[in-house]
């Protein structure tokens, strides 16, 4: 059965798409590292994916929920350009996937839960990502997490877009704020694709269901977050889930993600 933290209220079905996808992308929506600030304490970051670089684009590291050591993984926008131009938009670079993939082994090593938090439009599309390898790269991902011997609990804050969302949300449970999106491309590439039009973005947005309460209708998500008090629902939530998940053993964590994504 899907769990929700909240009862919907309505509030999202009254709402348009373009005011949805709108919410979702806005500047000033609650980043990755807003939320590891006051979901968390303790919080360590690590740099690195121990082959090139550091990016940006991917904030991560050790911190305390509960008292519980956990390892917390987030894609970070910017809210100027400065920041956006740091953390490339929230697009991921090669390096940053496989940072990702670098502390969530460390988690496994170490038995701490992996909690993630997913706003990205997709990965970096650039020729020099190519050039790294970011088609592997998030390949891996999947493949490592779809084994991974802790808990998995995503989060989808913002965007979710491609394979560069799935890549940190391929999760025992996960979970998407009532005003974020999830899809396999932008409604704008939809209707582009579709009928060579990118500004039909709305009309591409409603067929392809990408708002919570559809996402969760289909069981691609096991809850909607409220916004309202969000920090409060999200500690909320991330306690229940991880009272339950941490009740399984490794062999059953990872044959329950693998099932819950070999049924689509």
Known sequence: MSETIDSMTGEVSQKNIADIINEARAADRISARDIIDQVFTDFFELHGDHQLTD?????????????????VIGIQKGRNLEENLATNFGQPSPNGYRKALRLMKQAEKFGRPVITFVNTAGAYPGIEAEERG??????????EMSDLKVPLIAFITGEGGSGGALALALANKVYILENAVYSVLSPEGFATILWKDGSRRDEAAELMKITAPHLLEMGIVDGIISEENLIDNLKRQLTETLSKLTLLTETELAEQRYNRFRKY
């Open 55 to 71: 990016d940006e684009a991917i904030v991560g590291g050790i911190a305390r929920f509960n008292d519980q050591a956990v390892t």
């Open 134 to 143: 970011q088609g592997e790269a998030i390949a891996r991902n999947l493949l």
